[in-house]
């Protein structure tokens, strides 16, 4: 620790930051805008100017960059001293030469950090008058849109997108005051990341596009703390409602999790939930002029036709879901018995899931956090493309190539957060980085060597990887090229400080991921502290996998040997788990078939009652990640219609069916203690939140702002009088703007704002320590530990099949727009969603008479799917791939064995 003296005052920091770090923390209002947490400092806006003295004698002293100035110990400095203040003025006045005079129309209007900043300085009124600069706009795709005649050249976008998130078609044009931030041309920009160019931009330059489609100030959202359920990282967010509609999705910092950014799909995947194709009430399937329509009933006449399925002892099969959440799931198992609950998956999928549980649950080897997974200095990915399926964890991933380099930057003096020195000291050196995966992945421009081969090649390539870290471990018979490459990754990772292996179910192998294990193990043996990380397919995969019960080709099996009546299906459309034919089997076996979803999917289409369910943003639940992380999503808003969670909806019918007391389970709270007095995995889920009895001195958590206006206006059409506000039984939060909402628990904040800090820079004031973890601890609870002192045995090693005959093997390939199944109904996202095509490497392709672009029909499982063909110079050989998740495209059980024809055209 470091004293200083700040105006006169001494003030304890941390050595080695830099002193705006040190400004920050101590609660000090220094002005900035090139400096971000995440970015570090390259002293471009000279916004952070105070004075330094010399010692206690200097009365003249210099003016100096605070960001770029490193805290030392006695050093002394002024913050309000005039010279100082009257420079940073300066600064804001002549940003203002060129910035536009429109605050009052500009989407970052009241959460604008160049505003927070020019209020700060005391500037008021501009001396420039004459012609200002001004550019022309760009199209940037259906997330962002463009509005450059508010930049002020912090350069932050840039550095951000092209040094941070490896993107390579956005950069700074020209020079002096003519700079331009942009593409070289009008197109959508590449990178999975460009969204957060918005929290980014301390300006207006880069706004959100989907919310122009349905504006709202910042001031007027009802929020409330959330989690992202378009995958399985759990990435912490901030819905924001108004009128009744989902508006926008913000990042919601948690340095454990996904810190200050969002993947595309999280930020733009919302729409979901506005969907008019939602079921708004209870349906019934019924017979109207001979065609089967769901027509809408009453809550309670669905509750007493529905109950009658369940009692009389009658028997009821369901079948739950990996995008549900803890609470539906169990609530279906109480509903219909623990021998009667289904995971909502097919064999397949349950078994790739219970061998990563399996491996976690018993092995010695940690996995990191998201958060964590930068920290890492040598990284060996198996068979995942991340960016598609764990797109945050790509990004983090990416940061780690840096740390071999940035550590030899540090040998050389120059301070971590000194970003332009430390990028030329590194130049063009990267730590360890390889990727074993069927197809080219995003990350391969910062891998070390990249292996392009079948799931059995990358397996073989994994167990000899673990044999040469410990020869105990069983050896694969692999080439002397793939020998090579595997010593090579060896040598990598134990000579790394934090080794990790990362894998996944992708591309459909078991003995992928237990190979992945076996070089985990083998590092931990040699009192290497690695770490493995597993994808997971959606929102609450492991958590659902944690409930144990059997797969969806078992609930067919127990239907066909009349061990049940009435099928539930909870949150999940069949049709995209099995076959359709198996799924059309299961519908017709049952007597009555009843869906709770939010989804009007295939499914539910196909039910005889649909009960609709509330999505993330209208109920509370709790997500459990892909590391076992547990988290609580909360209610941002009372949706419109009969829309309730589904947990609540089965709740009733148990205690409609007589199965349940009326009285029972009424509020999630006493929901929690009976799921984990059932189910002792999940016994720590009740601190991953306060209760609903928490509050601030006496007070609730508001979930909108005390400036949030209208809301007796909005409601004018109800009653001319303000309307009662809604009670919230099941959250220490509040559907109003009265209550305490500063500093709250960090489970409980879905915004930051404190006084003159409106912007997302505001994070910064709810940190421990910059870039450190939240007042109080970071929100979630970690449901799996490893076990250090385990002796799991290793996995035996898989023969590699290579052939390349007449039958390829067909394996998905995930996109990050299109695999998903919620976003892809968002109609910003589903504007970049490919269109179905398959994939062969180029040889194999030639080698067939087939060429980019041909029309071909692909044979998989007595279906024939026609589509376009694409080739590929790099990709594996003998594999077909096809784009796995997009809408309307039929299920294929991954892998299977292919047949690749050229199409007859007519």
Known sequence: MAIIYIDGKPLETQDGQNLLEACIELGLNVPYFCWHPALGSVGACRQCAVKQYRDENDKQGRLVMSCMTLVTDGMRISVDESESKDFRANIIDWMMTNHPHDCPVCDEGGECHLQDMTLMTGHNYRTYRFKKKTYVNQNLGPFINHEMNRCIQCYRCVRYYKDYAGGHDLDAFASHNHVYFGRHEDGVLESEFSGNLVEVCPTGVFTDKTLKEHFTRRWDYTTAPSVCVHCALGCNITPGERYGKLRRIRNRYNRSVNGYFLCDRGRYGYEFVNSDKRPKAPLKRQMIDGKPVHVPMTRDEALSEIGKFFSNGSKAIGIGSPRASLEANFALRALVGAENFYLGLSKADGKLLSAVLEIVLSGPARQPSLGELKDHDAVLILGEDMTNVAPIAALNIRQSVNNQPRANAKAMGIPEWNDLPVRRAMDTDRGPLFIASVAPTRLDDVATQTFHATPDGIASLGFAIANFIDPQSPAANVSGEVRALAQQIATALQSAQKPLVVSGPSCRSEAVIQAAANIAWALCRKAKPAGIYFAAPESNSV??????????????????????????????????????????????????????????????QKAEYVLPGATFAEGDGTLVNNIGR???????FNPEGEITESWRWLRRLRAASGKGREDEWISFDSFLHALVAEIPAFSHILDAAPTAAFRVGGLKIPRQSHRYSGRTAMKANVAVSETGVTADPDSPMSFSMEGFSMMTPAALMSSFWTPGWNSA??????????NGPLEGGDPGVRLIEPQPDSAVPYFDAVETNESHDAAWTALPLYHIYGSEELSASSPAVAELSPKPYAMLHSDDARARGLLDGDAVTVKIDGQEISTSLKTNDTMARGVVCLPAGLEDAPYIEFPAAAEILRSVTS
């Open 630 to 636: 547990a988290q609580r999503m909360m209610q941002v």
């Open 761 to 770: 820079q505001s994070i910064t004031r709810f940190q421990e320590e910059v």
């Open 543 to 604: 958590g659902l996998g944690l409930f144990g019960g059997a797969n969806i080709e078992n609930a067919a099996e127990a239907l066909r040997k009349g061990g049940a009546d009435t099928l539930v299906v909870l949150e999940n459309d069949l049709y995209r788990r099995v076959p359709a034919a198996l799924v059309d089997e299961l519908l017709s076996l049952a007597k009555h078939v009843l869906v709770v979803d939010h989804q009007y999917s295939a499914t539910a």
